[in-house]
């Protein structure tokens, strides 16, 4: 029944990852009626330490569901933390999905991101928000409602668009 599960959650990932990767669209940039974000509480990848949504009451977050592997989440992890210095008004928040640790620390001294992540080796964190894909964007107002997404890979112009629609 487990190993039926992890198929699924693969099955649904790559197809994303595959929607996310075509050339010819841009990628879903979509305000939403303002939801309740779910808790998202953790083990950073990286630092060990725990980290959570609720350590970032009152802030504006913008989480990002990312992998190691996942083409995509490495064509905007420079832009990604371009725009976590730029926005110290607003904590990012990784999930690292369906990955490894080594992969995380990888990635991670790579694009030098500045900000946490929690490690969701089973994606179960993520598919309690509705993935649609790798990698998404989700942007919370400072009630931790979301209120906006980005469907698919993005860069430092498509980020910013995001937040000012998604905090207006």
């Not at 989480?63 to 592997?69: P, T």
């Not at 997404?149 to 430092?156: A, F, K, P, V, Y």
């Amino acid at each position: 029944m487990a190993a039926v599960g992890i198929v699924a959650t693969l099955a649904l990932v790559v197809g994303g990852v595959m929607i996310a990767t075509r050339g010819d669209a841009a990628p879903a940039v979509a305000a939403t009626a303002a939801t309740p974000a779910l808790p998202v509480a953790g083990i950073d990848p990286v630092t060990g330490k725990n980290v959570s949504l609720a350590d970032f009451a009152g802030k504006p977050v913008v989480i990002n569901v990312w992998a190691s592997w996942c083409p995509p989440c490495h064509a905007e992890a420079a832009d990604l933390a371009r725009f976590a210095r730029a926005h110290p008004e607003v904590q990012l928040l990784g999930i690292d999905i369906l990955d490894s640790r080594e992969g995380a620390r990888d990635f991670y001294r790579q694009y030098e991101l500045p900000y946490p992540s929690v490690f969701d080796p089973g994606a179960r964190i993520a598919l309690s928000f509705g993935l649609q894909g790798q990698p998404i964007t989700y942007f919370l107002n400072a009630r931790h409602e979301i209120v906006g997404r980005i469907i698919g890979g993005s860069d430092l112009a498509g980020f910013e668009s995001a937040l000012r629609t998604a905090l207006a």
